[in-house]
């Protein structure tokens, strides 16, 4: 059994429990339990539907929970108290699929919009910092006043990352981080990804449908179906998982393909 929890004692950034949620009359998560580790990368894969989006969505208290708990390094993350959910907001970070950028805002000024919500910082400093920020997603200051059209998609997803990291939270999270990219500008996303747990010691929970992204920078993966983390472990045990989508998705040939490229 590859339990999606934790035993007791460990450290952990994201705990979920018991998590209920759906649309109408229909249930998408039900009872779904998960942990995270602090300072671990962990892939959260599912069929098309299975609820992944739905599941950050509702870690991050945009969709509405009918039951459950969620903890983010252990404050209660469906607090509804506006105090107490702005303090729990600057511990987070969010990459969104496409980006999310306003697209009438210079890629500084997109990087600033966290900082003018959520600090209180004179106009140079910020300038200053969101210049570092892109600095260390890989982008050039060039890139400062340029506007999200004027961006290749590998930039935005950047610029993206940038604005995620601009309140420097511990915690961050991506959503499919390398759809949309030609497989060297995923592979160069995946290691500058890597490259920024390991040395600002980010806890990063991330869905993805990229094999390659699995196999490479997570050090486990969470599996979703049937309303529940089925599995979650270590891309060498979810191989040994007896369960027929478990074995479909990673011992298919794209799995292999991807499990040999590390070998
Ligand atoms: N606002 C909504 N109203 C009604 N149903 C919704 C809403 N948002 C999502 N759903 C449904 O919830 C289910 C899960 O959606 P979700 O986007 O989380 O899937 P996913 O696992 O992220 O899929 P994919 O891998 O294709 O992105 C889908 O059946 C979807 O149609």
Redesign the pocket.
């Known amino acids: 059994m590859l339990s999606p929890t934790l035993p007791d004692g460990e450290d952990v950034a994201l705990r979920i429990r018991g998590l209920v949620t759906g ?2 009359d ?1 249930l ?1 998560h039900k009872g779904l339990d998960l942990d995270v580790r602090r300072g671990e990368v962990l892939g959260l894969v ?12 509702a870690i991050i208290g945009l ?1 509405p929970v009918r039951a459950g708990h969620v903890e983010i390094f252990g404050q209660n993350a469906l607090d509804p108290d506006p105090v107490l959910r702005r303090a729990l907001r600057r511990q987070w970070g969010v990459l969104f ?1 496409d980006g999310a950028l306003f697209s009438g805002l210079t890629v500084s000024e997109n990087i600033q919009v966290p900082m003018r919500e959520y600090l209180r910082l004179p106009e140079s400093i910020m300038a200053a910092l969101s210049t570092a920020r892109l600095r260390q997603v890989g982008l050039p200051p060039d890139a400062c006043p340029k506007y999200p059209s004027e961006l290749s998609g590998g930039m935005r997803k950047r610029a993206g990352l940038a604005r995620a990291l601009a309140l420097d939270p511990p915690l961050l999270f991506l ?2 981080p390398t759809a949309g990219l030609d497989p060297i500008s995923a592979a160069a996303f995946d290691t500058l990804v890597r490259l920024l747990a390991d040395t600002l010691g980010l806890t990063l929970f991330l ?1 993805t ?1 990229d094999l390659d992204t699995l196999v490479s920078i997570c050090d486990r993966v969470a599996v ?1 179906g049937e309303g529940r983390v089925l599995a979650c472990g270590t891309v060498d045990e979810l191989r040994r998982f007896n369960h027929p989508w478990v074995q479909q998705y990673f011992g298919g040939p794209r799995g292999r393909a991807a499990i040999g490229k590390q070998a």
């Open positions: 649309f109408g229909q998408l599912g069929g098309s539907g299975s609820g992944k989006s739905v599941l950050l969505r969709q699929q959503d499919e869905i449908h979703l």
